[in-house]
């Protein structure tokens, strides 16, 4: 393993917390932006409808998937534009 990549390896996981967090924030917004509850509900919410908690999942987990992708994609760009080495 190469220094760069090897470098790269607490730089990734320091971008991957804060795309955590990232995500966390994008999805309570666009869940009370649609018109529900502030807090969207857990599985075993017995307030909440299967519906309701299904689509929260598949929301919440289509938003972190997308700011993963994007916090590990730019951070890739960057170390190679700085080092000319793509991080793997």
């Known amino acids: 393993m190469n ?3 090897l ?3 607490p730089v ?3 971008l991957g917390a ?3 967090a990232l ?3 994008v999805f309570k917004q666009i869940w009370k932006a ?3 509850e502030e807090n969207a509900p857990g599985a075993t919410d017995q307030e909440r409808g299967w519906r309701e908690i299904l689509l929260a999942a598949a929301l919440q987990g289509a938003i972190f998937a997308a700011v993963k992708a994007a916090v590990d994609r730019s951070g890739a ?3 190679h534009r700085l ?3 793509w991080p793997s």
Do not use: R
Request: charged share 10%; no cysteine.
């Open 12 to 14: 990734g996981m320091l």
């Open 18 to 20: 804060a795309g955590g």
């Open 7 to 9: 470098a790269y390896k």
């Open 34 to 36: 649609t018109g529900h």
């Open 77 to 79: 760009t960057t170390v």
């Open 83 to 85: 080092t000319g080495t």
């Open 3 to 5: 220094t760069v990549k």
């Open 23 to 25: 995500s966390g924030a």
